[in-house]
Every structure is written in structure tokens, then in C-alpha cells.
């Protein structure tokens, strides 16, 4: 490896870093500067005393977890009955799940609204517990690509199909494969799918402000345009939920490479 | 002076000398093999003399002249991998192409020297293709075509045979040496597995921790080896503890008999080696010691039969050549075997 | 028990019933996947009452409308280009430059976080480095005495918002290219060295060739990425830079463009635009997989 080669290498990557660690640094810095003349946390308490922050977030990370719930009990059935039955189809279901990462979700919401308002055949935004119930639905998709693919990545690692066999030949029936052998042995996978899924919830912004619900991400675009110093701090809030969803993701990864490596 | 030189070649990695003072000396159009277990140092001698790895200290001379500070495109030197490196994206022709295209050779050169190497390999049909579409032993061919197109002044081949099936890798034995003598280009050859080198050499290195322990003909390695570590590594050994009696005509106690070796030995016991087809069952003219033994196990391999026979409490093995009048003896069976005295190799003391 | 028979009427009973497996996802799909984008596309192609028209796709053509469309694919085609090459040369850097291997890890975990830290917070934290107030541009101005400003540089332009997409588009090739560099073989490099190339001829004739599919499909996914962002744009800009997403999103929100159909125009402008940068994405990549089947 010549010197050149390795001059540019670490110039490349500094010049990467430097890219990215100064917005982080400018947000923090920023978020701290809301006393006059000294650093302090005055934004951050601001912040989380806010009642609407409590609820937006609240209604966030619940909309989260209803999201995860439903994303699994969606995807690793079809991920793994695609596998094990319906292998042709697998090109298929895969276009299709990678769909929601070329329509814009601005346009899919758009959809939506058209479709299931009031004087339609599914009246979802008729009620704030049907919009709830649609933005989900929606977020779902948004989350699909990723999820499916975490999931059926999941799979490939393992013999569905003589695990299959094998639990049924043990009289086991097909909510007991799933739910004993399938699902524990792609735990990783769908782990790594549902932080994610809890990361894109958490800050999403278009559905839900389109649909008008009172979720996070609207809470922070409006308080954005209101004031100077809690939005830096919010932000900051909201990378390190991002950064955890990451860490636990690699440190499910990891338990997992501990657990599987005496083969 | 030899063609392609190696002197004094050495190489570490941090703390770990992988090459100690290797020196070589390789005829034009000799067909050379570094033969060693993995880990040997002979895979590192290789990509020295390709330039992949920077010698710590040592020269390396082709033609006489000092390549150590050329790049490896500038070495004129054609290697063939064990993974056969094609590149996936170009076709069989293109592949061959590829080393005449960067010399800027001009296309009509380049189609006939690629037309030409696809029959010396014999897939002149096949130029059109695509690597994923060849069997392993076809890939293979046209790796080598494709290092041989360029006219390298050394052939390198790394274990070119490992990733083979057993069938194809001897049939692309024998073409491959056929074309090496052919076009008579010097090659160097790594591998681990002793039947390869004593098949297809004209000598053959036998490596062990980064030195060369012995540099000889494939006869003389099988026959002579210089070392335990040849004896045991190259060609199956059956091992006899005996106990010298005089030091200085090899005279010595196997088991129940006496023999003698007819060159001087050390005092106290020594492991003797035989070959299996050093031994013969029955008597035979020439063979001036017997043993006794029981056969143990019958292996029929068509041709060969390889049979062992314990004695004294440790297995022999030996080899009969299959006869259409008269089966192998059974397990269990009591055998009188035969050796030559002077064919046993002294392996060690105790 | 017969098996011939039995098998038989399994056939026939089991076709059904393996749609049955999947038919939650269909369903699911077909209604807020498919449905929804159909919905829109039929509707752009309807006026008020329900008729075919052409109208609203003619209306595209107005007003504002030509300009956003415009400079959307602008900023698109721009952070996808640039985070395709910044993003390939930190991946190469990393993979094939030598850096230490402790790197790797947390770059990977880094991008994995930054390429998920968009939308709105991603807005507030550009803001407070490169806005008016922010960290470098007080610190170019107050140390250095550069004024950004009056360099022409304003984060709610066009260069502004595409710095601010590279947060997530770098990083994002970053994840993607990984596998494919790692997936480039030692012995390809060193077979064309040891052939006479030198490293642009290898990187020219090899490396690049076997990279274009996955360049390629990055870069459309970017394009895609950054063509449909609203959040950032929104939250950075408010709606003082007319790109499609803003204009779609106002649009919903208020009618502004006084013709409910028009948005379905609109929004079908959108799909159409990013459908057409993956068909050739696509089209593309079948043509430079050949060796691949």
C-alpha cells in the first residue's frame, strides 16, 4: 500500500468526519446557549417540561411500539411462509416491500387521505382512533422495506424447512413453529427491524402531520418556527434515541454472534 | 547463473520470520514446485517473486536482473490463483485479452494471440462465454491462458489444483505440464499435496517453517530425503524402532531379527522408515531381512492392494499389485514379510 | 393410506391454501400500498366530476409548478452524485486504504445512525451550524472574517439544502457500497497487476465494471431518497423554497393551487419522476449484469 494511497485514505475519512461531526457539535453547542453568556441546560428543562412535548413524544413512542407489534406479526409469517412455500414468489414480495422507498411517502400519505376520508367505503379519518389506527398503517409501510429485509435476512441464515419439518414432526402446529422456533431463531433480525422501525416512527414528520395527529415529529417542526433554542435541544433528544436504536441493534448483533459461535 | 535467482530471501511479518534465508536457483523452462504444509512460507516465497509482498532482505533475480524494486506490472510475470481470480465482468476472450489490452496491443494482434491460446487450452468454442458459466477445471484454463497470452518470462501457480474436483484436478495436471513444457516457460509451482510435486516436477522444494529442507528431483526427495520432516511429509512412511548393535556397519535389532544397514548409525535405539513398497510379502530374491507379522486390514484399490501386517505391535503398511490368480490374503492371516535393509531411512534417535 | 392419491388431492387442495399463507400481506399491500398510489394516479387523470382528462397532467406546466419540479431534481440529482461519490470514497477508504481496522465498526455504526437522522431534527441541527446564527458560519465571520452571507451561501437555497441531504445520502451509500467493495476479490487486483495493469487501468477495466450495478442502484435509491424529503425541507426552509415536496404538502394541506386534482397531478408528477429513475436504474443494471445472468 503506497503512502499516497493511505494520505488520501485518512484525508478522505477526516474530511467525511469533519462533515459530519460539526452539525452534532453546532446542534449541541447550540442547544447549551439558551442563557446569555454561559453554557446551560435551561433549553433541555424547557423542553421536557413542556406538557405538549410529553404527549407528542408519548404519542410517538406508543404509535412505535404498535408498529413494531404489527410490522412482526406482518412480516415474519409472510418472510418466512414466502420461504419455506412460495419461493418462486420471493422476487415478487421483495419488489413489492421495497416499493415505500421509491413512492414518496408524502405521496403514499396523500393516498390516504384520499382514499379512507369520510365519504369513503372505510371511513378511517372519521375518527381520532381511526386516523390513529391509519397512521400506523402507514408507518408500517414506511417501515416495511427494512423490515422485511432484516427479517428475511434473518431466515437465510437458518434450514427453515427442516426446522419446520422437524417441529411438526414433533406434533408441533403452525402457531407453535412460528411463535417457538421460528421467531426465536430470527429474534436478532426482527429485533434490528423493530429499533429501526422505532427510529423512522420517533422523528417522522409528513404522515402525521398530514393526517394532523399530534405526534412528535409535528411538535418539533412547529416549535421550530417558534423558537430559537429547545428545537437544538429536541434535536439533540432525538439523535441520541436514533444513536440507541443503532447501539441496541449492534448489541443484539453481537449477544448473537456470542450465543451462535460454539457450532 | 540461473535464470530466475533467489538469494538470501527472507521475510516477517512484525515479530514472525514466515521465510529464513531461502535461496533457489531455477533453470529456463524448469518446472519447480514449493511443496509444504500451509503455513510453510511457500505461499509468502511466491508472492515475492510476483511482488505482491516487499522481501525483508534478499534479492530475486530474473534473467539476470534485480526485480525486488519492480512493481508486479512491471515483472513480466504471469500467475494463475487457486481461486482462479477471472475477472467475472469480461468474457473468456476478454480475460485472455486483458494483459495483451494494457500493453496496447493493438486488437488484431490481441484476437489472434487469444484465438491461439483458447487451442492450446482446447476451449475455442467457448470465447464468447462468461466465467460463471465455465465448469471449475474450464475456469482454470483460462486463468492459465490468460496468464500465459502476455508471453511472461516466469509462470507462477498458486495451488492452482486445490479448489478441483479429485478427477479434474489430475486431468489438468498432465495438460498443464504438457503446455508448460510445450511452450517450455520457467514455472514455479506451490502446492501441498505431494502427489502434484513428485507427478508433475522437475524438482521440488520441500518447505517447512519458512526454510527449505531439501531441493532436489522428485526421486531424490522420495528416495533421499534429507530430513524427518521430508521423510514424514513427502510419501507414507511406516515407522520401526530398532536398537543398534554396531554403530559402524548399521547393524541393528528389529523386533525378533537383525539386520543391516550398511552405513553407520548412532549408538542406542533410532526410528527406521519404510516405504510401503519397500516391503513385499513372502520372500523375495534381493530382500535380505524378514519379519513376521499378521495382516490386519485389506484395502483393494483395482490395480493396487494395500495391505498391513502387524509386527512386533506396530502396523505395516505395504502395497501388492493385484493378480488375477490369486486374492490378497485375509485379515488374520500370518505373513512372512521382506525388506532390504539398506532401503530403510533413519528418521530419528531415542 | 394410498400416497398416489393422496398427493394428487393435495395438489389440488394445497394451491388455495398457500395463498392463505400470505394473504394478511396482500391485503395490507393492496390497501395502503397500492391502492393509495393507484388513487392518485387515476386521479390525475380525472377532472372535478370524475371525466378522463388530460387536463390536469397539461397543468403541470404552470405556474410554479415546471420550477419546483426543476429544482427538485436539481437538489436530487445533485446529493445523490455527491453523496454516491463522497460516500464510495470513504467506503474505498476504509475498505481499501489501509486505515486501521478499529475504524470500520464505528463508521458503519455511525452511518447507520446518520442515515436513519433525517427529517426534521437533521434540519434544526444544519441550522445551527450553517444558519445565520450558526456554529461555523459566527466562527468563519468572527475569526476568519468570511461572511458566508455575503458569499452568496444561504442554507435555505439550493446549496444549503443539498449539504444538508448529504447528512443522510452519504452515509447511506456508505452502508450500501460496503458489502459490494468487500466483495471485490485480492486476487482480481492482484491477477490485473500481475497481468501489467497498472491501478486506474484495474479500477477502469475491473473494479468499476463489477461496482456499476451497485453504484447505480445507490444512486437511484438517493435520487429517490432525497427527491421525496419533506420533512427536512420543510422544517429548514419553511416554505420558502419552492420544491415539489413543499408545494405537494401545501397543497394537501390547503388546496393552494385551487384545483383539488391538480395535487393529484402533482403528486403522480412525483411517482412518475422516481419510477423513470429506477426504470433505468433497473434497465441499467441488467445491461451491465450480463456477466451476472
Given at each position: 500500500?503506497?503512502?499516497?494511497?493511505?494520505?488520501t485514505a485518512?484525508?478522505a475519512l477526516?474530511f467525511g468526519?469533519?462533515y459530519f461531526?460539526?452539525?452534532?457539535?453546532?446542534?449541541?453547542?447550540?442547544?447549551?446557549?439558551?442563557?446569555?453568556?454561559?453554557?446551560?441546560?435551561?433549553?433541555?428543562?424547557?423542553?421536557?417540561?413542556?406538557?405538549?412535548?410529553?404527549?407528542?413524544?408519548?404519542?410517538?413512542?406508543?404509535?412505535?411500539?404498535?408498529?413494531?407489534?404489527?410490522?412482526?406479526?406482518?412480516?415474519?409469517?409472510?418472510?418466512?411462509?414466502?420461504?419455506?412455500?412460495?419461493?418462486?414468489?420471493?422476487p415478487?414480495?421483495e419488489f413489492v416491500t421495497l416499493l415505500p422507498l421509491v413512492i414518496p411517502a408524502i405521496v403514499i400519505?396523500?393516498?390516504?387521505?384520499?382514499?379512507?376520508?369520510?365519504?369513503?367505503?372505510?371511513?378511517?379519518?372519521?375518527?381520532?382512533?381511526?386516523?390513529?389506527?391509519?397512521?400506523?398503517?402507514?408507518?408500517?409501510?414506511l417501515?416495511l422495506p427494512y423490515?422485511y429485509r432484516?427479517?428475511?435476512t434473518?431466515?437465510?441464515?437458518?434450514?427453515?424447512?427442516?426446522?419446520?419439518?422437524?417441529?411438526?414432526?414433533?406434533?408441533?402446529?403452525?402457531?407453535?413453529?412460528?411463535?417457538?422456533?421460528?421467531?426465536?431463531?430470527?429474534?436478532?433480525?426482527?429485533?434490528?427491524?423493530?429499533?429501526l422501525?422505532?427510529?423512522i416512527?420517533?422523528?417522522?414528520?409528513?404522515?402525521?402531520?398530514?393526517?394532523?395527529?399530534?405526534?412528535?415529529?409535528?411538535?418539533?417542526?412547529?416549535?421550530?418556527?417558534?423558537?430559537?433554542?429547545?428545537?437544538?435541544?429536541?434535536?439533540?433528544?432525538?439523535?441520541?434515541?436514533?444513536?440507541?436504536?443503532?447501539?441496541?441493534?449492534?448489541?443484539?448483533?453481537?449477544?448473537?454472534?456470542?450465543?451462535?459461535?460454539?457450532? | 547463473?540461473?535464470?530466475?535467482?533467489?538469494?538470501?530471501?527472507?521475510?516477517?511479518?512484525?515479530?514472525?520470520?514466515?521465510?529464513?534465508?531461502?535461496?533457489?536457483?531455477?533453470?529456463?523452462?524448469?518446472?519447480?514446485?514449493?511443496?509444504?504444509?500451509?503455513?510453510?512460507?511457500?505461499?509468502?516465497?511466491?508472492?515475492?517473486?510476483?511482488?505482491?509482498?516487499?522481501?525483508?532482505?534478499?534479492?530475486?533475480?530474473?534473467?539476470?536482473?534485480?526485480?525486488?524494486?519492480?512493481?508486479?506490472?512491471?515483472?513480466?510475470?504471469?500467475?494463475?490463483?487457486?481461486?482462479?481470480?477471472?475477472?467475472p465482468n469480461?468474457?473468456?476472450?476478454?480475460?485472455?485479452?486483458?494483459?495483451?489490452?494494457?500493453?496496447?496491443?493493438?486488437?488484431?494482434?490481441?484476437?489472434?494471440?487469444?484465438?491461439?491460446?483458447?487451442?492450446?487450452?482446447?476451449?475455442?468454442?467457448?470465447?464468447?462465454?462468461?466465467?460463471?458459466?465455465?465448469?471449475?477445471?474450464?475456469?482454470?484454463?483460462?486463468?492459465?491462458?490468460?496468464?500465459?497470452?502476455?508471453?511472461?518470462?516466469?509462470?507462477?501457480?498458486?495451488?492452482?489444483?486445490?479448489?478441483?474436483?479429485?478427477?479434474?484436478?489430475?486431468?489438468?495436471?498432465?495438460?498443464?505440464?504438457?503446455?508448460?513444457?510445450?511452450?517450455?516457460?520457467?514455472?514455479?509451482?506451490?502446492?501441498?499435496?505431494?502427489?502434484?510435486?513428485?507427478?508433475?516436477?522437475?524438482?521440488?522444494?520441500?518447505?517447512?517453517?519458512?526454510?527449505?529442507?531439501?531441493?532436489?528431483?522428485?526421486?531424490?526427495?522420495?528416495?533421499?530425503?534429507?530430513?524427518?520432516?521430508?521423510?514424514?511429509?513427502?510419501?507414507?512412511?511406516?515407522?520401526?524402532?530398532?536398537?543398534?548393535?554396531?554403530?559402524?556397519?548399521?547393524?541393528?535389532?528389529?523386533?525378533?531379527?537383525?539386520?543391516?544397514?550398511?552405513?553407520?548409525?548412532?549408538?542406542?535405539?533410532?526410528?527406521?522408515?519404510?516405504?510401503?513398497?519397500?516391503?513385499?510379502?513372502?520372500?523375495?530374491?534381493?530382500?535380505?531381512?524378514?519379519?513376521?507379522?499378521?495382516?490386519?486390514?485389506?484395502?483393494?484399490?483395482?490395480?493396487?492392494?494395500?495391505?498391513?501386517?502387524?509386527?512386533?505391535?506396530?502396523?505395516?503398511?505395504?502395497?501388492?499389485?493385484?493378480?488375477?490368480?490369486?486374492?490378497?490374503?485375509?485379515?488374520?492371516?500370518?505373513?512372512?514379510?521382506?525388506?532390504?535393509?539398506?532401503?530403510?531411512?533413519?528418521?530419528?534417535?531415542? | 393410506?394410498?400416497?398416489?392419491?393422496?398427493?394428487?388431492?393435495?395438489?389440488?387442495?394445497?394451491?388455495?391454501?398457500?395463498?392463505?399463507?400470505?394473504?394478511?400481506?396482500?391485503?395490507?399491500?393492496?390497501?395502503?400500498?397500492?391502492?393509495?398510489t393507484?388513487?392518485?394516479?387515476?386521479?390525475?387523470?380525472?377532472?372535478?366530476?370524475?371525466?378522463?382528462?388530460?387536463?390536469?397532467?397539461?397543468?403541470?406546466?404552470?405556474?410554479?409548478?415546471?420550477?419546483a419540479f426543476w429544482i427538485s431534481i436539481k437538489i436530487s440529482v445533485a446529493s445523490a452524485l455527491l453523496g454516491c461519490a463522497i460516500g464510495f470514497a470513504m467506503a474505498a477508504a476504509m475498505i481499501l486504504g489501509?486505515?486501521?481496522?478499529?475504524?470500520?465498526?464505528?463508521l458503519l455504526?455511525f452511518s447507520g445512525v446518520a442515515s436513519n437522522f433525517a427529517g426534521?431534527?437533521l434540519?434544526?441541527?444544519f441550522?445551527?451550524?450553517?444558519?445565520?446564527?450558526?456554529?461555523?458560519?459566527?466562527?468563519?465571520?468572527?475569526?476568519?472574517?468570511?461572511?458566508?452571507?455575503?458569499?452568496?451561501?444561504?442554507?435555505?437555497s439550493f446549496w444549503g439544502l443539498t449539504i444538508t441531504y448529504l447528512f443522510f445520502q452519504i452515509p447511506l451509500m456508505i452502508l450500501i457500497i460496503t458489502p459490494a467493495l468487500d466483495g471485490l476479490?485480492?486476487?482480481w487486483?492482484?491477477?490485473?497487476?500481475?497481468?501489467?495493469?497498472?491501478?486506474p487501468?484495474y479500477w477502469r477495466m475491473v473494479a468499476l465494471p463489477i461496482l456499476f450495478p451497485s453504484l447505480l442502484g445507490t444512486f437511484a435509491l438517493l435520487f429517490a431518497n432525497a427527491f421525496g424529503a419533506v420533512a427536512t425541507a420543510?422544517?429548514?426552509?419553511?416554505?420558502?423554497l419552492?420544491i415539489v415536496p413543499?408545494?405537494?404538502?401545501?397543497?394537501?394541506?390547503?388546496?393552494?393551487?385551487?384545483?383539488?386534482?391538480?395535487?393529484?397531478?402533482?403528486a403522480f408528477g412525483m411517482i412518475v419522476i422516481t419510477g423513470i429513475a429506477n426504470t433505468i436504474y433497473i434497465w441499467l443494471r441488467a445491461r451491465s449484469e450480463r456477466w451476472l445472468k
Amino acid at each position: 500500500m503506497s503512502l499516497w494511497t493511505r494520505l488520501t485514505a485518512w484525508l478522505a475519512l477526516i474530511f467525511g468526519l469533519t462533515y459530519f461531526l460539526l452539525p452534532l457539535i453546532g446542534m449541541a453547542e447550540f442547544s447549551l446557549k439558551m442563557r446569555r453568556g454561559v453554557y446551560s441546560l435551561d433549553a433541555y428543562a424547557k423542553v421536557l417540561g413542556d406538557p405538549r412535548f410529553q404527549e407528542t413524544f408519548t404519542y410517538s413512542v406508543v404509535m412505535a411500539l404498535f408498529t413494531i407489534a404489527f410490522g412482526v406479526l406482518l412480516v415474519v409469517p409472510t418472510a418466512y411462509w414466502v420461504r419455506l412455500k412460495m419461493p418462486w414468489a420471493r422476487p415478487y414480495v421483495e419488489f413489492v416491500t421495497l416499493l415505500p422507498l421509491v413512492i414518496p411517502a408524502i405521496v403514499i400519505v396523500f393516498g390516504y387521505i384520499r382514499l379512507y376520508n369520510t365519504s369513503s367505503w372505510l371511513p378511517l379519518t372519521g375518527t381520532a382512533m381511526g386516523t390513529n389506527v391509519l397512521l400506523m398503517f402507514g408507518y408500517a409501510t414506511l417501515a416495511l422495506p427494512y423490515m422485511y429485509r432484516a427479517v428475511d435476512t434473518g431466515l437465510r441464515t437458518i434450514d427453515v424447512a427442516t426446522l419446520t419439518e422437524a417441529a411438526q414432526s414433533l406434533g408441533a402446529g403452525w402457531i407453535t413453529v412460528l411463535g417457538r422456533v421460528i421467531l426465536p431463531n430470527v429474534l436478532v433480525a426482527v429485533l434490528s427491524g423493530a429499533f429501526l422501525t422505532f427510529a423512522i416512527v420517533i422523528g417522522e414528520f409528513t404522515m402525521a402531520a398530514l393526517l394532523n395527529r399530534p405526534a412528535f415529529g409535528p411538535y418539533l417542526q412547529v416549535l421550530g418556527a417558534n423558537r430559537a433554542y429547545e428545537p437544538a435541544a429536541l434535536s439533540v433528544i432525538a439523535f441520541a434515541i436514533t444513536w440507541a436504536c443503532m447501539g441496541l441493534i449492534q448489541l443484539a448483533t453481537h449477544l448473537s454472534k456470542h450465543t451462535k459461535a460454539p457450532r | 547463473m540461473s535464470f530466475l535467482t533467489i538469494e538470501h530471501l527472507e521475510k516477517s511479518f512484525g515479530a514472525n520470520r514466515v521465510v529464513k534465508d531461502f535461496n533457489l536457483g531455477i533453470e529456463k523452462g524448469e518446472f519447480v514446485s514449493l511443496l509444504g504444509p500451509s503455513g510453510c512460507g511457500k505461499t509468502t516465497v511466491l508472492r515475492m517473486v510476483a511482488g505482491f509482498e516487499t522481501p525483508s532482505t534478499g534479492r530475486i533475480a530474473i534473467g539476470g536482473k534485480d526485480v525486488v524494486d519492480l512493481r508486479p506490472n512491471q515483472r513480466n510475470i504471469g500467475m494463475v490463483f487457486q481461486s482462479y481470480a477471472l475477472f467475472p465482468n469480461l468474457t473468456v476472450a476478454d480475460n485472455i485479452g486483458f494483459g495483451l489490452k494494457v500493453a496496447g496491443k493493438p486488437r488484431a494482434e490481441r484476437t489472434a494471440r487469444v484465438q491461439e491460446m483458447l487451442k492450446l487450452i482446447g476451449l475455442s468454442e467457448l470465447g464468447d462465454r462468461y466465467p460463471f458459466q465455465l465448469s471449475g477445471g474450464q475456469q482454470q484454463r483460462v486463468a492459465l491462458a490468460r496468464a500465459l497470452a502476455p508471453s511472461p518470462h516466469v509462470l507462477l501457480l498458486d495451488e492452482p489444483l486445490s479448489a478441483l474436483d479429485a478427477k479434474v484436478r489430475v486431468s489438468l495436471r498432465n495438460e498443464i505440464r504438457a503446455i508448460q513444457k510445450k511452450l517450455g516457460i520457467t514455472t514455479i509451482f506451490v502446492t501441498h499435496d505431494q502427489e502434484e510435486a513428485l507427478s508433475m516436477s522437475d524438482r521440488i522444494v520441500v518447505m517447512h517453517g519458512g526454510i527449505a529442507e531439501q531441493v532436489g528431483t522428485p526421486f531424490e526427495v522420495y528416495n533421499r530425503p534429507a530430513t524427518k520432516f521430508v521423510a514424514n511429509f513427502v510419501g507414507m512412511l511406516n515407522t520401526l524402532s530398532a536398537e543398534v548393535i554396531d554403530a559402524a556397519t548399521g547393524r541393528v535389532r528389529i523386533g525378533g531379527t537383525e539386520a543391516t544397514l550398511r552405513r553407520p548409525l548412532p549408538e542406542g535405539k533410532v526410528m527406521l522408515a519404510a516405504r510401503p513398497e519397500m516391503i513385499s510379502l513372502g520372500l523375495q530374491p534381493g530382500r535380505d531381512t524378514v519379519l513376521d507379522g499378521t495382516i490386519t486390514s485389506v484395502d483393494f484399490f483395482g490395480s493396487v492392494i494395500r495391505l498391513r501386517a502387524r509386527v512386533d505391535g506396530s502396523d505395516l503398511a505395504f502395497d501388492m499389485f493385484n493378480t488375477t490368480e490369486e486374492p490378497p490374503p485375509a485379515p488374520g492371516t500370518d505373513v512372512r514379510l521382506s525388506l532390504l535393509a539398506s532401503d530403510l531411512l533413519l528418521i530419528g534417535e531415542n | 393410506m394410498q400416497p398416489e392419491q393422496g398427493t394428487r388431492r393435495g395438489a389440488l387442495r394445497r394451491l388455495p391454501l398457500v395463498w392463505v399463507g400470505i394473504a394478511p400481506f396482500v391485503l395490507f399491500v393492496t390497501l395502503f400500498l397500492i391502492l393509495p398510489t393507484l388513487k392518485i394516479v387515476i386521479g390525475a387523470f380525472q377532472a372535478g366530476d370524475g371525466s378522463f382528462t388530460l387536463q390536469n397532467i397539461r397543468d403541470l406546466a404552470t405556474g410554479s409548478i415546471p420550477a419546483a419540479f426543476w429544482i427538485s431534481i436539481k437538489i436530487s440529482v445533485a446529493s445523490a452524485l455527491l453523496g454516491c461519490a463522497i460516500g464510495f470514497a470513504m467506503a474505498a477508504a476504509m475498505i481499501l486504504g489501509g486505515l486501521p481496522a478499529a475504524i470500520r465498526g464505528p463508521l458503519l455504526t455511525f452511518s447507520g445512525v446518520a442515515s436513519n437522522f433525517a427529517g426534521v431534527p437533521l434540519a434544526f441541527a444544519f441550522l445551527a451550524t450553517l444558519g445565520p446564527l450558526g456554529l461555523v458560519t459566527v466562527f468563519l465571520r468572527t475569526q476568519l472574517g468570511i461572511d458566508l452571507r455575503a458569499l452568496g451561501f444561504n442554507i435555505l437555497s439550493f446549496w444549503g439544502l443539498t449539504i444538508t441531504y448529504l447528512f443522510f445520502q452519504i452515509p447511506l451509500m456508505i452502508l450500501i457500497i460496503t458489502p459490494a467493495l468487500d466483495g471485490l476479490k485480492r486476487e482480481w487486483r492482484e491477477a490485473a497487476s500481475v497481468l501489467g495493469a497498472t491501478g486506474p487501468q484495474y479500477w477502469r477495466m475491473v473494479a468499476l465494471p463489477i461496482l456499476f450495478p451497485s453504484l447505480l442502484g445507490t444512486f437511484a435509491l438517493l435520487f429517490a431518497n432525497a427527491f421525496g424529503a419533506v420533512a427536512t425541507a420543510i422544517a429548514l426552509t419553511g416554505s420558502s423554497l419552492n420544491i415539489v415536496p413543499i408545494l405537494l404538502f401545501a397543497q394537501i394541506r390547503g388546496d393552494v393551487l385551487g384545483n383539488p386534482n391538480l395535487g393529484f397531478a402533482l403528486a403522480f408528477g412525483m411517482i412518475v419522476i422516481t419510477g423513470i429513475a429506477n426504470t433505468i436504474y433497473i434497465w441499467l443494471r441488467a445491461r451491465s449484469e450480463r456477466w451476472l445472468k
